[in-house]
Structures are given as structure tokens and as C-alpha cells.
């Protein structure tokens, strides 16, 4: 028996609708970041141009906050990067 055939595929979250009830917390070509209360955590999620990139969860929707600002500080950096050619 295989090891991972237990294992489910994971399906990307769709890019969110105005009619879903979550916060959007970053909207800033190419990038938008929004957060979902699911009463035990915060779900949140990162698209560029509206395709997933990054997802997580915290405790409360500061932390989500903080957390979407360290991953798009990093994504930054690196298109700076990468636009410089190192």
C-alpha cells in the first residue's frame, strides 16, 4: 500500500466572491489578502492576480494581519530581487 494514498488532493480556494462574509485585509496590484472568521481561528489567504499564493491561519484577525504584512514583505523583497537579476 502506498504511503500517501490516503492522502486527499488539495483544492485551491477560489478567489472570493463580494457576497462572501470575509475581511479583506490587502488590496494592492497584484496582490489581495483577506481573512475568514471560522469562530476557532482566522483562515487567511493571499491571491496575486486572483490565483492562491499563500495561505495560513491565526488566533485573531490582528494576527492575521500581521502575519498577511511578513508574507507580502517577503514577496516584495523578492520581486525586488529578482527584478535586479540576483
Not at 489581495?32 to 472568521?37: M, Q, R
Not at 483562515?43 to 486572483?50: A, N, P, V
Not at 495560513?56 to 537579476?85: E, I, K, M, P, Y
Request: with cysteine; charged share 25%; aromatic share 16%.
Amino acid at each position: 500500500m502506498d504511503l500517501f494514498s490516503n492522502f486527499k488532493l488539495a483544492v485551491a480556494p477560489d478567489f472570493p466572491s463580494e457576497a462572501d462574509n470575509i475581511t479583506k485585509l490587502y488590496d494592492s496590484e497584484p496582490y489581495t489578502a483577506f481573512s475568514e472568521d471560522l469562530e476557532f481561528m482566522w483562515r487567511w489567504t493571499i491571491y496575486r492576480d486572483q490565483k492562491l499564493v499563500q495561505e495560513g491561519c491565526s488566533l485573531t484577525l490582528v494576527a492575521s494581519r500581521r502575519a498577511v504584512d511578513h508574507v507580502l514583505f517577503f514577496f516584495s523583497a523578492s520581486n525586488r530581487s529578482q527584478a535586479r537579476g540576483e
